[in-house]
Structure formats: C-alpha cells, structure tokens
C-alpha cells in the first residue's frame, strides 16, 4: 500500500499558473502515476500519468499547457499548469498504479502515451486538492 498527499492547488485567473505536488509515504519509482480531476456533476478524468521508464500521456484538452514529472529521490510526483482556463477547474487528485493495469495494454501494441490515464487503472488515491480558475 501507499499513501498519497496532494498540495499546491488554489485560486488563479485564467492564464495563471500553478504546480500540483503529490508525496507519497514510500518509492513510487517502479510504478506509474497519474493525476485525475473531478468537476462538481462530472465523472473523474485522466489528465495525464507518468510510467517508471518516464513516457507520458496526457488529455487532449491540456497538452502543451500541463507538464507532469517526477523527481524518485523525494517520492513526489508534479503537474505544472500553464496557461490555465476556467474549464480547467476541478479537485485534482493523485494516485498510483501499484498493479500494473496501466501499462497492461502495451503487451497488445498499445503505447502508454497514446491514451489518457484511465481512473480504473489506478488503485491508490489521494484525498485531493482543489484548483479554481476564475475568468
């Protein structure tokens, strides 16, 4: 098992930027990591993950404007977001794939970077952190 923390979310206008952190109590770095985002009466979406080997994937809707990265040596995941938008305003939570369902489907031909985290491919979460764009 892992606990996972977010920080980092807050209030912007659109344009603004901020950086999501999640700390996890123990090394995350065989494993891949992902950042989701719920909108008040929306389902809970993939932004985008990172795997151990360091290949990303991303949404649609924020590629080019939100970085993920990892740094192992602090067991910390990050999401810069850039050029942020008001659609963009959700919880945000992190969470861990510690199984493998993730990166399940390359055994069939399919890249971990050509599809958006998927939710059920993760089975450790966060409590979440809240980020608001106002326009």
């Known amino acids: 098992q892992v606990q996972l923390a977010e920080s980092g979310g807050g209030s912007v206008q659109a344009g603004g930027s901020l950086r999501l952190s999640c700390t996890a109590s123990r090394s995350t770095y065989s494993y891949s990591m992902g950042w989701f985002r719920q909108a008040p009466g929306k389902e809970r979406e993939g932004v985008a993950a990172?795997?151990?080997?360091?290949?990303?994937s991303y949404t649609d809707s924020v590629k080019g404007r939100f970085t993920i990265s990892r740094d192992n040596s602090k067991n910390t995941l990050y999401l810069q977001m850039d050029s942020l938008r008001p659609e963009d305003t959700a919880m945000y939570y992190c969470a861990a794939d510690l199984d493998g369902a993730s990166t399940a489907p390359q055994a069939l031909g399919i890249l971990f970077s050509s599809r958006p985290p998927a939710p059920h491919d993760y089975g450790y979460w966060g409590q979440g952190t809240q980020v608001t764009v106002s326009s």
């Open positions: 990172i795997d151990n080997d360091g290949s990303t």
